[in-house]
């Protein structure tokens, strides 16, 4: 599965997105819920115009969904 990519961002602040993805590898939530979010993700993008939340919100939700299939393979 592709995802997008991250928005740019300064390297003295990517540690946050480590530690985001760090976090979706380890949930505990069920795939169910993990897809959830990614369509709430991707409602709110599609209902902004600005554009740097938009493309973080769907690399987000591509990461849930990642999530997600992962959790259904492993099951």
Do not use: C, F, N
């Not at 760090?22 to 409602?43: C, G, H, K, V, Y």
């Amino acid at each position: 599965m592709s995802v997008r990519p991250w928005p740019d961002l300064p390297d003295k602040h990517r540690w946050v997105l480590e530690q985001m993805e760090e976090r979706l590898e380890q949930t505990t939530q069920p795939a169910r819920e993990l897809s959830a979010r990614a369509d709430e993700l991707r409602a709110q993008a599609g209902q902004t115009d600005i554009e740097g939340y938009r493309d973080a919100a769907l690399a987000l939700a591509d990461r849930y969904e990642q999530a997600a299939a992962a959790r259904l393979a492993s099951a």
